[in-house]
Each structure stands twice: as structure tokens, then as C-alpha cells.
């Protein structure tokens, strides 16, 4: 069983920049995909991003696309999401998903994903 923790969120004004690091442990390469999603107060859990763990190929929800930058580090099992320009929109509690299902059709859904993270509060100001 894999597990997942995530670190680097924190307070930033809008414009800002951030980066969010999800560190895994266990057994890796059982899962297809890592992803990103985040819930504001009030909201469902929404997609941000996801990549593939092996070929790198990268998806990105419309609303941070040209903005955000998902990666990986297979050697260090670490998985990265660099934020810029960011929005008061943007706040939210970033999650760390890993999943095993390779369909693309579970690239953006939570149902997709086995495996979440404890999640980490990213906060942007105006």
C-alpha cells in the first residue's frame, strides 16, 4: 500500500507563486497515475492536474492551465505541483492521488484515484 504526504503549502498573495511536493512511499509502480486536486471550503474536490508515472504525458483542468506545472521524480517517488499567478480562486486544500486505473476517462474523476494524501492548506491573498 502505498502512502502519500504532502508539503510546501502555505500563504501567498495573488500573483504569487508556490510550489506543493507529495512524497510516496511503498510500492510506486502498482499505480498508472498521480494527480492533484483540491476543495474549498463549501466545494466539491475538484481536478487541477495528473501525469502519467511512467512516460510523463501531463493533464491540466482549464482553470490552471499556462499557470501550473504537475512533475515527478520516479528516483525519489516525489511528486510536484508549481503554482503561478496565483488567484484568491486558487485557495484550497491541495490532495496527492495516486491511481491505478489507466482509462482517461478517470484522468479528472476522484474515482479514479486509490490512494489520497492528507492534503495541504494553500492559501492566496488579495
Known amino acids: 500500500q502505498v502512502q502519500l504526504v504532502e508539503s510546501g503549502g502555505g500563504l501567498v498573495q495573488a500573483g504569487g507563486s508556490l510550489s506543493v511536493s507529495c512524497s510516496a512511499s511503498?510500492?510506486?509502480?502498482?499505480?498508472?497515475?498521480m494527480g492533484w486536486f483540491r476543495q474549498a471550503p463549501g466545494k466539491e474536490r475538484e481536478f487541477v492536474a495528473a501525469?502519467?508515472?511512467?512516460?510523463?504525458?501531463?493533464y491540466y483542468a482549464d482553470s490552471v492551465k499556462g499557470r501550473f506545472t504537475i512533475s515527478r521524480d520516479n528516483a525519489k517517488k516525489t511528486l510536484y505541483l508549481q503554482m503561478n499567478n496565483l488567484k484568491p480562486e486558487d485557495t484550497a486544500v491541495y490532495y496527492c492521488?495516486?491511481?491505478?486505473?489507466?482509462?482517461?476517462?478517470?484522468?479528472?474523476?476522484?474515482?479514479?484515484?486509490?490512494?489520497w494524501g492528507q492534503g495541504t492548506q494553500v492559501t492566496v491573498s488579495s
Open positions: 511503498g510500492r510506486t509502480s502498482s499505480y498508472y497515475r
Open positions: 492521488a495516486a491511481g491505478q486505473a489507466s482509462g482517461i476517462v478517470f484522468v479528472t474523476a476522484p474515482r479514479g484515484y486509490d490512494t
Open positions: 501525469i502519467r508515472w511512467i512516460g510523463g504525458s501531463t
